[in-house]
């Protein structure tokens, strides 16, 4: 264990680092049941195939957590660990399938390419150049759009937000004297005493709040089934599962899709032309990899700073200790979740949580993927969530990301603009890369405009165009 992670090096033990893995395990463990029900809304709802597939995505989602954490703790020798992105998941189902007409496989395709042009760039060092080539006010606000479309999903997928002939949108119905059901209402209710029982426990500090509070909502919805007519009817059949089923339908239904199917565009050809195909390709995989660096950098930032562990460069900058070894593992890792049939891996902010507990090396990340490893067995538990329950971690995740609203400028209007149009038009229009978009566009009009052309780089001109030309040739 020395050797290989240099625990005394970095003033640590064995047993701070086993309770660190479990730690950070814990903090992050509802992606198991979060990314399995979110991909789910791609197959029939209530159907056989939405069931099996559930276990598809749950047994993927491991497997690539495990596979990502390992690297992050074997070639960088970091206490992170990496499983499929919130946001980027999202992205996958209600965008890239949903939104523009995809297939799932083809979404995993772009997953694929995503993490190649992250490998290229991280290797040649090109990486840096596109992250600058992002300006500030559209970069640091990225985050809170992205949290803004999770947490809208979360409001969907329990019910509180309902579909509305007139507005759009509307708030369900709680009024049990004026026509709302009971069975209406008690999901309701879960996914609000959830949100904020997640809330309360992350208050008191309390490690792995967000998954006991998952937990402690589908244990109240399943104790006041009672309530409801034939709640129970077919529940004791949803007991019976055999956990090796989920690696039989992963086996069948995601693994290796993106090879055997990801290039098979003919069903989006059918509505669209070739040109549209290629301009939304590139601009979609863009968004991918442009997400992923974004969220990988300023995830590995913060962990690493809350932990006091950034080490000083050359010029006396401070950076994380073997950055680019952690962002290779992170781009292989997105590779790997694309043939499991995933959405992009990436390193998770709740990686905090380990290391302030006392994580330092690369065994933390290690106890984690055997944490992780062993899960790959519960998905018959996992299952057993309602959308209710893991909605509320949905709606709680899209609040953490809201905390870089703060840092932007908005009594100037040149940086106010763009930060607010990428912030909103995410959750408005259901597409990450639109909210990218709009925010490019605008920073670049408002420069030109205000006599300070020459601020714009070249890279932020060649992606501007890009998405621009989304716009007019794709949608």
């Known amino acids: 264990m020395e050797k290989l992670f240099h625990l005394k090096e970095n003033g640590t033990t064995v047993r701070a680092e086993i309770v660190a893995g479990i730690t950070t395990f814990m903090a992050m463990a509802y992606i198991l049941m979060v990314n399995p029900g979110m991909f789910s809304a791609l197959q029939p709802e209530g159907s056989a195939e939405a069931s099996a597939f559930y276990g598809a995505i749950y047994i993927a989602t491991a497997i690539s957590a495990v596979v990502g954490t390992v690297l992050i703790g074997l070639l960088a020798n970091l206490p992170l660990a990496q499983a499929s992105g919130m946001g980027l998941n999202a992205y996958f189902v209600y965008?890239?399938?949903f939104g523009l007409g995809f297939t799932y496989a083809n979404a995993l395709l772009f997953v694929l390419v995503d993490g190649l042009i992250f490998i290229v760039l991280t290797a040649t060092g090109l990486r840096k150049l596109i992250f600058e080539a992002i300006p500030k006010r559209v970069r640091k606000i990225i985050p809170a759009g992205i949290g803004l479309f999770i947490a809208f999903l979360g409001f969907q997928d329990s019910g509180i937000v309902a579909k509305d002939a007139a507005t759009g949108v509307t708030l369900a119905s709680f009024n049990l004297l004026g026509g709302a059901t009971w069975a209406s209402v008690m999901p309701l209710l879960v996914t609000i005493v959830a949100l904020f029982t997640i809330a309360i426990l992350s208050k008191k500090k309390v490690k792995g709040a967000i998954l006991w509070g998952i937990l402690c909502g589908a244990i109240l919805y399943y104790a006041l089934g009672f309530t409801?007519?034939?709640?129970?009817?077919?529940f004791a059949d949803s007991l019976s599962f055999n956990p090796l089923k989920a690696f039989k339908?992963?086996?069948?239904?995601s693994f290796g899709k993106v090879f055997t199917e990801g290039f098979d565009f003919s069903a989006y050809l059918e509505k669209n032309s070739v040109t549209s195909l290629v301009v939304t390709f590139a601009t979609t995989a863009l968004a991918f990899c442009m997400v992923d660096m974004f969220d990988t950098m300023g995830?590995?930032?913060?962990a690493c700073r809350g932990g006091n562990m950034l080490v000083k460069d050359a010029d006396g900058n401070e950076e994380v200790p073997n950055m680019n070894k952690a962002m290779l593992a992170d781009a292989i890792a997105t590779c790997t979740g694309a043939a499991c049939g995933t959405s992009t891996v990436t390193t998770y902010v709740e990686s905090s949580a380990g290391v302030a507990a006392g994580g330092r090396t690369g065994l933390t990340a290690m106890v984690t993927a055997g944490m992780f490893l062993i899960a790959t067995f519960l998905s018959p538990v996992a299952s057993l969530i309602p959308a209710c329950a893991y909605s509320a971690a949905l709606i709680y995740v899209g609040i953490l990301m809201m905390g870089c609203v703060k840092d932007i400028q908005w009594d100037n209007p040149s940086v106010a603009v763009p930060s607010f149009l990428t912030l909103v038009v995410m959750p408005f229009t259901y597409n990450i890369s639109y909210g990218i978009a709009f925010g490019l566009l605008s920073h670049?009009?408002?420069?030109?405009?205000?006599?300070?052309i020459k601020d714009v780089k070249i890279g932020t001109w060649v992606i501007t165009l890009l998405f621009t030309a989304m716009f007019f040739l794709t949608h």
């Not at 995830?299 to 913060?302: A, E, V």
């Open 95 to 97: 965008t890239v399938c």
């Open 228 to 234: 409801v007519p034939d709640f129970y009817k077919g």
């Open 249 to 253: 339908d992963f086996g069948t239904m």
């Open 299 to 302: 995830t590995l930032y913060g």
């Open 444 to 452: 670049i009009v408002i420069k030109v405009f205000t006599g300070k």
